[in-house]
């Protein structure tokens, strides 16, 4: 079992629909989170990244993490075509080496 | 330009044949690292570099080789490909090692016939 677990999807929802994805992990020792976006055939790109437990904000996406029930999510408020990509998450903490899940595949149709 | 680029975006190459695929960072960032992003497995690291002359095992490093001479480039070598080092590959860096998160390059998609 990875150390981060993450549904590959797809997830297809309507443009304007809110999208959750989320991640599970198993480490206690983690303390960073981040989400990568990846486009297909792009290399991935780092979106946000929180420390610890709690929310962060940036535009229509936030990252949420609950450190008491080893859960990672990442809501995209009205989403739109261009959102279309896989999303990753990733952990650290103990090692500077992030985990990663082996993200899923979000479509968002006109 | 400023960044991170991998050379060559694609490269056939032939079973037993060496191949290395290039990296180069502009922003003098301590730490790289290559992976591998397989279907059904995600990205996996092969080798990862703290520093120029220190490299380090990743999940995956067998069949590779690395070297880093320079803060800049971080060359990853298949020493004879076979065709299950079909993949592509990713190089990244970060000065801070990847706590809060790296920047990657747009990748090499090897195919060994």
């Known amino acids: 079992q990875k150390e981060v677990e993450q549904d590959p999807g797809p997830l297809s929802v309507p443009e304007g629909a809110i999208v959750s994805l989320n991640c599970t992990y198993s480490n206690s020792a983690f303390q960073y989170f981040m989400w990568y976006r990846q486009y297909s055939r792009k290399g991935p790109e780092l979106l946000m990244y929180?420390?610890?437990?709690g929310n962060k904000e940036d535009g229509r996406f936030t990252a949420q993490v609950d450190k008491s029930s080893k859960y990672i999510s990442l809501f995209i408020r009205d989403s739109q075509p261009s959102d279309s990509a896989t999303y990753l998450c990733a952990a650290s903490g103990g090692s500077y080496i992030p985990t990663f899940g082996r993200g899923t595949s979000l479509i968002v149709h006109p | 330009d400023a960044g991170i680029t991998q050379s060559p975006r694609y490269k056939i190459t032939e079973t037993g044949r060496q191949v290395t695929l290039m990296c180069h960072q502009t922003?003098?960032?301590?730490?790289m690292f290559w992976y591998r992003q397989d279907l059904g497995h995600g990205l996996r690291l092969i080798y990862y570099?703290?520093?120029?002359?220190?490299?380090d095992k990743g999940e995956v490093p067998d069949g590779y080789v690395v070297s880093r001479s320079k803060t800049e480039n971080f060359p990853l070598t298949l020493e004879s490909a076979t065709r299950s080092q079909t993949s592509v590959y990713f190089c990244?860096?970060?000065?801070?090692?990847?706590?809060?998160?790296?920047?990657f390059g747009s990748g090499t998609r090897l195919t060994v016939v």
């Open positions: 922003w003098s960032h301590s730490y």
């Open positions: 929180t420390y610890s437990s």
């Open positions: 570099s703290a520093a120029a002359d220190i490299t």
């Open positions: 990244a860096s970060s000065e801070t090692g990847g706590l809060v998160g790296y920047t």
